[in-house]
């Protein structure tokens, strides 16, 4: 079965870092696209950042503080965060997906940028 498990999240000075870390199983993990997504309390989720073989793109909030980058031998993509800011609060999420007909999410991860 498809599993996706994200861990990293916690609690972190703004202007400090934090990596994230989604581990993929049951399925080719080199053959999907992975992205990172985040929902702040009442607020709509929205995509962080997403790589596809060697290409990467990013939300405009985090570019340059955000990199996405994955392991295909290790089933795993990361989300390393610098100088993260309070806006960044939010659960994250780790989704894989092929085409719009498949796709598969973690259960997420809480980011919680605080003094």
């Known amino acids: 079965q498809v599993q996706l498990v994200e861990s990293g999240g916690g609690l972190v000075q703004p202007g400090g870092s934090l990596r994230l870390s989604c581990a993929a199983s049951g399925f080719t993990f080199s053959r999907y696209a992975m992205s990172w997504y985040r929902q702040a309390p009442g607020k709509e989720r929205e995509l962080v950042a997403r790589?596809?073989?060697?290409?990467?793109m990013y939300a405009d909030s985090v570019k340059g503080r955000f990199t996405i980058s994955r392991d295909n031998a290790k089933s795993t993509v990361y989300l390393q965060m610098n100088n993260l800011k309070p806006e960044d609060t939010a659960v994250y999420y780790c989704k894989a997906n092929r085409s719009f007909r498949e796709e598969y999410w973690g259960q997420g991860t809480q980011v919680t940028v605080s003094s």
């Open positions: 790589i596809v073989s060697g290409s990467t």
